[in-house]
């Protein structure tokens, strides 16, 4: 079983960490992937956003993959230089990809500790964090995005490209216990924090906005769906990011799902 690791043609980021991937380590061809230890690449023309059930390219070979991480640039207005991973999906409209409502399976263990191997490495000015779940492609099996941000210079940044190359081939996996992570932005800080000090993984992370206008069947919904798909029945909830009578909403909705919440104290601290 392969992990599939995809590259958008179009996007000079994600050539630019296939090169990387490719440059680092002897990989073998068979014509449509490229081939190292458990992982396989395969580069598509077309944005990796809008590509629905692009794993079939893995099933139509008769190639097994059983999960896909998606290397990808990153856009936002701020331009700050930042890696970012994160799992994917739809919380309510498809603006960009996906379906609506929809959320593809995570790969904590994966995700987090692509996080903590960026964390760790000399990246910089770019900042590491996590993003929460958000946008597509729509496919069957578990799936993490992986990204250069924040804007064209970046994009084209080649050490940025070989700084998430290298964690791609050298990160260590930790079976930690995996939480859901509810509240905050967009940029999940404290998910980053509580990540990169403790000994938890964070699967789909749920912000305040996708949920705080919503009432309490779609947030049931959401919290439901975000357990399953992340394989758990524990929750992390940010708390400090909320006010008061939003915290009781979501502690409400939690117990409802018969999911627990945890805090960050209930696991051990990672021994650097």
């Known amino acids: 079983m392969y992990k599939l690791l995809l590259c958008s043609e179009e996007d000079t980021a994600s050539v630019n960490i296939r090169d990387s991937l490719t440059s680092f380590r002897k990989w073998e061809s068979d014509g449509k992937f490229l081939y190292y230890e458990n992982m396989a690449i395969a580069s598509i023309p077309k944005t990796h956003i809008y590509a629905e059930n ?45 379906r609506p409502r929809t959320l593809v399976k995570a790969s904590p263990a994966t995700m987090t500790s692509l996080l903590r191997s960026l964390s760790s490495a000399d990246t910089g000015i770019f900042k590491v964090s996590f ?33 998430i190359a290298n964690a791609l081939l050298d990160h260590e996996e930790k079976d930690y216990i995996t939480v859901i992570g509810i509240g905050g932005g967009h940029y999940a800080p404290r998910f980053t924090e509580i990540a990169l000090n403790r000994k938890m993984n964070f699967g789909h992370m749920i912000p305040e906005y996708a949920f705080k206008d919503l009432d309490e069947n779609e947030l049931v919904r959401m919290i439901t769906d975000s357990a399953e798909k992340s394989g758990t029945g524990l929750a992390y909830i940010h708390k400090k990011s909320m006010k008061a009578d939003m915290v009781k909403r979501v502690v409400n909705a939690i117990e409802l799902c018969g999911i627990e919440a945890i805090s960050s104290n209930d696991t051990d601290v990672i021994e650097n």
């Open 54 to 98: 692009v794993d079939n390219i893995a099933k139509d070979a008769g190639m097994k993959a059983n999960e896909m991480i998606f290397l990808s640039r990153h856009k936002a207005v701020s331009g700050i230089p930042t890696l970012t991973v994160h799992p994917i999906g739809n919380f309510n409209d498809a603006e960009f990809g996906g």
């Open 131 to 163: 993003e929460v779940t958000h946008h597509g492609p729509c496919v069957d099996i578990p799936a993490t995005f992986i990204e250069i941000g924040s804007d064209r210079p970046q994009w084209n940044d080649k050490s940025a490209a070989a700084i």
